[in-house]
């Protein structure tokens, strides 16, 4: 039996009285609280709602008893930074949730000053410093410095930043260095550089750059040297980039694109940055990939791709110092099934294999993973 007690798993959902939740799950808590409307996402053609789900040691997330958490309305993207705060972009009440997460049952307390205000909020990212958000009808990216001790936010000198328009993800390299937003429109990435005493951003030289057809999601692997652009796109196309470590220019990897299924709309890599992960929404399926560490370029793992359940729009890979021993789990947002696939990560491999009890309900259109550890 997999034990996964040591990390909370975040995920946004629509509950099933059409109401919006942040629910946690613990053995000690219960209850639901509304909170708010419902809104489509317009390119990709889903719903996003937005709830948490912590994994209560052997036992499947299902099993748990819930406790729930008022967030903004029309919820549509999570990040964690630090394993200690977690933000949500609220669009349509335009604004930034923050919470503070706790270790011992994963409950969240919102930080103070919460609500923080970002007009119509699409997309974020967030790291140990920082978190940057797209906003889909100012057509900006506005960037905020985390208060290491209460999680509180505050704006960047000169945010919000110039984008493009309908820009659909966000992405920070780990090294707090360069930041990456996808253009579906114009098929291109923005690159911007971050100055490390304020976070204000500069586009770095060269950008923007070109990507594939209708560019969806951005990753940077967590090494810092390579990036990711999926496409939504029948088939799928995974573009593989190089990072100018000096100044954020992209330069295409050899062998890009890699070929995925239908609608490539996530990205995740492993911990080790070892691999790399894509769900196609339209094929129901999960492709991997190993990472050719000099070089970026991708190659299919053995058994790829992997089913997934219905319209699987969310990757999410669980840190190894999340487990127990080496282990790695990679999750699985599947929105038209309503439940949430589990897999082990062989890191010898990269191949995936189901976890007991995987599928996991999850409540109506679960659409984003996070994963932060304990």
Not at 117 to 138: E, G, K, N, R
Request: charged share 10%.
């Amino acid at each position: 039996m997999v034990r996964i007690a040591d990390f909370v798993v975040l995920f946004i959902r629509h509950d099933s009285d059409s109401r919006h939740v942040i629910s946690a799950c613990d053995r000690r808590l219960a209850g639901k609280l509304p909170v708010g409307p419902v809104s489509l996402h317009r390119q990709l053609g889903f719903q996003r709602y937005l709830g948490l789900q912590h994994q209560c040691g052997h036992r499947r997330p299902d099993d748990c008893a819930g406790v729930a958490f008022p967030a903004g309305t029309a919820p549509l993207s999570i990040a964690v930074s630090s394993d200690r705060f977690v933000f949500v972009a609220n669009s349509n009440s335009s604004n930034i949730a923050g919470y503070r997460i706790d270790p011992s049952t994963g409950s969240l307390t919102p930080v103070p000053g919460s609500p923080f205000v970002v007009i119509s909020p699409i997309a974020l990212a967030a790291s140990d410093h920082f978190v940057y958000a797209m906003s889909v009808f100012t057509n900006t990216v506005s960037g905020f410095t985390i208060d290491q001790n209460t999680g509180s936010l505050t704006p960047v000198p000169g945010s919000p930043f110039a984008g493009r328009d309908l820009s659909l993800s966000v992405a920070i390299d780990p090294k707090e260095t360069f930041v990456y937003v996808t253009n579906e429109p114009t098929n291109i990435i923005l690159g911007y550089s971050i100055d490390q005493h304020t976070g204000s951003l500069t586009p770095v030289p060269g950008s923007p750059f070109p990507a594939g057809a209708n560019p969806a999601p951005v990753a940077v692997e967590p090494k810092g040297n390579f990036a990711y652009v999926g496409t939504n796109t029948d088939p799928g196309n995974v573009f593989g980039y190089a990072i100018n470590q000096h100044t954020g220019a992209l330069t295409p990897v050899p062998g890009s694109p890699a070929i995925a299924g239908t609608a490539a709309i996530s990205i995740a890599s492993d911990p080790a940055g070892q691999f790399v992960y894509v769900a196609s929404e339209g094929a129901n399926n999960v492709s991997g990939y190993a990472v050719n560490q000099h070089t970026g370029t991708l190659t299919a793992v053995p058994g790829s791709p992997f089913p997934t359940e219905s319209a699987p729009i969310f990757v999410r890979v669980a840190a190894g110092r999340c487990s127990h021993g080496n282990e790695e789990f990679a999750y699985v947002a599947n929105a038209l099934s309503n439940n949430i696939s589990g897999y082990r990560v062989d890191t010898r491999t990269g191949a995936l294999t189901g976890i007991a009890g995987s599928p996991f309900l999850a409540g109506a259109f679960p659409a984003s993973v996070a994963i932060a550890c304990r």
